[in-house]
């Protein structure tokens, strides 16, 4: 007999409805330390594929993803220029060469932002093959993302009412970033 996969299976199931039952939400977060207002990490029941599982998903922020990929963009632009570069700018603590890779990486950064070469979009990745459960991340064109805005997308994502909007986003860095 095949073992069901962790997060799939009636007991984790039936134990996830009973933790989300006790908070009054229909969602729960697990005392994740990383949990900030851009960017929250919580669990759900919902169905995938006709049947019940419980979703390990993250939300975050439009403003966040566009970061993460403008730091990506970056980076790939700083290994034409370094080839020997591993994705850390930590290279000897007595050398220019780091500071000298992190100025041309903010250049980078800044450029790609003035030309605006980076554009976003509201999206929401399903990954089956996730350690425990369907995992889901989602980014959103919100300031933050709280509880009740947690809520209400579960809610849409159950109800297959979700509406993600369509266009696509460039942000810019505020003079004190």
């Known amino acids: 007999m ?8 009636s007991g984790t199931i039936l134990e ?9 939400k229909n969602f729960i977060t697990e005392g994740d330390a990383e949990n900030t207002d851009e960017y929250v990490h919580f669990f759900f029941i919902g169905t995938h594929n006709g049947e019940e599982a419980v979703f390990d998903s993250v939300l975050y922020t439009l403003r966040l993803k566009y970061e993460s ?4 963009m970056a980076e790939e632009k700083l290994v034409a220029h370094f080839p020997n570069y591993e994705g850390s700018l930590e290279v000897d603590p007595n050398s220019k060469l780091e500071e000298e890779m992190g100025l041309m990486m903010a250049e980078f950064m800044m450029e790609i932002e003035e030309e605006e070469q980076l554009k976003v979009r509201e999206e929401v990745d399903i ?3 996730f350690d425990f459960g369907i995992g889901l991340e989602a980014a959103l064109n919100v300031q933050q993302i709280t509880p009740d805005l947690i809520e ?10 979700l509406q ?14």
């Open 2 to 9: 095949i073992k069901a996969k962790q997060g799939l299976d």
């Open 16 to 24: 996830y409805k009973n933790k989300i039952k006790l908070t009054g």
């Open 69 to 72: 990929e403008l730091h990506e």
């Open 127 to 129: 990954d089956e093959n």
């Open 152 to 161: 209400r997308f579960v809610n849409d994502f159950n109800s297959n009412n």
């Open 164 to 177: 993600l909007d369509p266009l696509l986003y460039s942000f810019q860095h505020d003079e004190e970033d």
